[in-house]
């Protein structure tokens, strides 16, 4: 194709205040450099790239959040002639290559941004007529097979006939670091995305059950890996903690019912100790209300009452369907549905009305504070 350049479009940000706009914007160019290499210009609302694999980095944008679409494009002068000999060219390459053809229905969009000395629809017009004089279609404005997009801009006017979507949201690392514990199954990894795509630079922090559960990295890796093809601009950390010992005292010191119970409330205060070390702001977690037991709303206030910082779960409303729907786009799913064992830890009938003054006592009990530590030495940074 005679594409030379992308075209990037964002969302949100261009709502913020000039101040935050123009750190966000340098941020999202920052986070696109990391991945492509060329030039990269800022206009007007625009983020411009010319780079040296045109190929790579339309599939390395779809993986950078914070751009909402972008478009293959072309540049020519803005004059009818030179416009009209970069639609020829254009529209030749498109038919040549089954793109587009005379039995198909055209629209030509047009939008300007400057002074000139005609009108967009006056431009949509013209180019309209150099496209019908090439394949004779049949102009729908309506519902047409093909659109041909004219952005002038300027002394510069572009051409362009797709529009790709992108992630959306807030380019990573504008919204500070932020905690997630993460695990093999199909929520946490979704949950970890959600709060990138907010902007969010995110550090894993995953407890190995060993022996309740096989004490196995290969999931827990393979998850790591995918997520970091969207942590574009930020470090993306694993650590991993040793937690068979406490779960261990959970169950031989704990009420029986009570051990996901105790064993989810630990996991959030030593999350609240290395964010505290990481300088993270807030905890995240998979957490969907009701979903399993620890995740009633009584166990909810249980489990995370010991936490001063705040615990985020972006997953709270949804339902399992509308999850694994995520994890299918986000492409963790499939390894998330490996074969694993389950945790053996869990109770035949585990405690879903959790009463908050019988879990701290039941905490006291284990002497949590002092197995705490032990897990805290135990932390290791997975690579």
């Given at each position: 194709m005679?594409?030379e350049?992308?075209i990037?479009?964002?969302?949100?940000?261009?709502?913020?205040?000039?101040?935050?706009?123009?750190?966000?914007?340098?941020?999202?160019?920052?986070?696109?450099?990391t991945?492509?290499?060329?030039?990269?210009?800022?206009?007007?609302?625009?983020?411009?790239?010319?780079?040296h694999?045109?190929?790579k980095?339309i599939?390395?944008l779809k993986?950078?959040?914070?751009?909402?679409?972008?478009?293959?494009?072309?540049?020519?002068?803005?004059?009818?002639?030179?416009?009209?000999?970069?639609?020829q060219?254009?529209?030749?390459?498109?038919?040549?290559?089954?793109?587009?053809?005379?039995?198909?229905?055209?629209?030509?969009?047009?939008?300007?941004?400057?002074?000139h000395d005609?009108?967009?629809?006056?431009?949509?017009?013209?180019?309209?007529?150099?496209?019908?004089?090439?394949?004779?279609s049949?102009?729908?404005?309506?519902?047409?097979?093909?659109?041909l997009?004219?952005?002038?801009?300027?002394?510069?006017t572009y051409?362009?006939?797709?529009?790709?979507?992108?992630?959306?949201?807030?380019?990573?690392?504008t919204?500070?670091?932020?905690?997630?514990?993460?695990?093999?199954?199909?929520?946490?990894?979704?949950?970890?995305?959600?709060?990138?795509?907010?902007g969010?630079?995110?550090?894993?922090?995953?407890?190995?059950?060993?022996?309740?559960?096989s004490?196995?990295?290969?999931?827990?890796?393979?998850?790591?890996q995918?997520?970091?093809?969207?942590?574009?601009?930020?470090?993306?950390?694993?650590?991993?903690?040793?937690?068979?010992?406490?779960?261990?005292?959970?169950?031989d010191?704990?009420?029986?019912?009570?051990?996901?119970?105790?064993?989810?409330?630990?996991?959030?205060?030593?999350?609240?100790?290395?964010a505290?070390?990481?300088?993270?702001?807030?905890?995240?977690?998979?957490?969907?209300?009701?979903?399993?037991?620890?995740?009633?709303?009584p166990?909810?206030?249980a489990t995370?009452?010991?936490?001063?910082?705040?615990?985020?779960?972006p997953?709270?409303?949804?339902?399992?369907?509308e999850?694994?729907?995520?994890?299918?786009?986000?492409?963790t799913?499939?390894?998330?549905?490996?074969?694993?064992s389950?945790?053996?830890?869990?109770?035949?009938?585990?405690?879903?009305?959790?009463?908050?003054?019988?879990?701290?006592?039941?905490?006291?009990?284990?002497?949590?504070?002092?197995?705490?530590?032990?897990?805290?030495?135990?932390?290791?940074?997975?690579?």
């Amino acid at each position: 194709m005679v594409n030379e350049l992308i075209i990037v479009r964002y969302g949100e940000i261009g709502v913020k205040s000039p101040k935050v706009r123009g750190r966000f914007e340098r941020k999202l160019i920052e986070n696109i450099k990391t991945v492509i290499g060329g030039n990269v210009e800022l206009k007007e609302g625009r983020i411009f790239i010319y780079p040296h694999d045109l190929s790579k980095a339309i599939e390395s944008l779809k993986k950078i959040v914070g751009i909402v679409s972008y478009s293959p494009a072309s540049v020519t002068r803005t004059n009818h002639e030179s416009i009209k000999e970069l639609i020829q060219s254009y529209i030749g390459e498109l038919v040549e290559d089954g793109i587009f053809s005379g039995e198909d229905s055209f629209a030509i969009r047009c939008r300007r941004v400057g002074n000139h000395d005609f009108s967009s629809q006056e431009m949509a017009a013209y180019c309209g007529s150099v496209v019908y004089g090439i394949t004779k279609s049949k102009v729908d404005l309506t519902h047409p097979d093909f659109e041909l997009f004219v952005e002038i801009r300027g002394d510069k006017t572009y051409i362009y006939h797709q529009k790709i979507r992108g992630l959306g949201g807030l380019p990573i690392g504008t919204q500070g670091r932020v905690i997630c514990l993460i695990s093999s199954g199909i929520d946490s990894p979704v949950a970890a995305f959600l709060m990138m795509k907010r902007g969010c630079s995110v550090t894993l922090l995953n407890f190995n059950t060993h022996p309740y559960t096989s004490g196995s990295n290969d999931k827990i890796m393979k998850i790591y890996q995918k997520l970091k093809e969207y942590s574009v601009g930020a470090k993306l950390n694993l650590y991993q903690a040793d937690y068979g010992e406490f779960l261990s005292k959970c169950i031989d010191k704990g009420p029986e019912r009570m051990t996901c119970v105790l064993c989810k409330n630990g996991m959030y205060q030593i999350a609240e100790k290395l964010a505290i070390r990481e300088k993270c702001l807030a905890i995240v977690d998979g957490s969907s209300l009701g979903q399993v037991a620890s995740q009633t709303l009584p166990n909810i206030l249980a489990t995370r009452y010991s936490t001063s910082m705040p615990i985020i779960s972006p997953l709270i409303g949804m339902d399992k369907v509308e999850i694994e729907d995520l994890a299918k786009k986000l492409g963790t799913y499939e390894i998330s549905i490996l074969p694993d064992s389950d945790c053996s830890a869990v109770p035949r009938y585990p405690e879903t009305n959790a009463e908050l003054p019988l879990v701290l006592e039941a905490l006291e009990t284990i002497d949590a504070e002092e197995e705490f530590k032990k897990v805290l030495k135990s932390f290791q940074l997975i690579r």
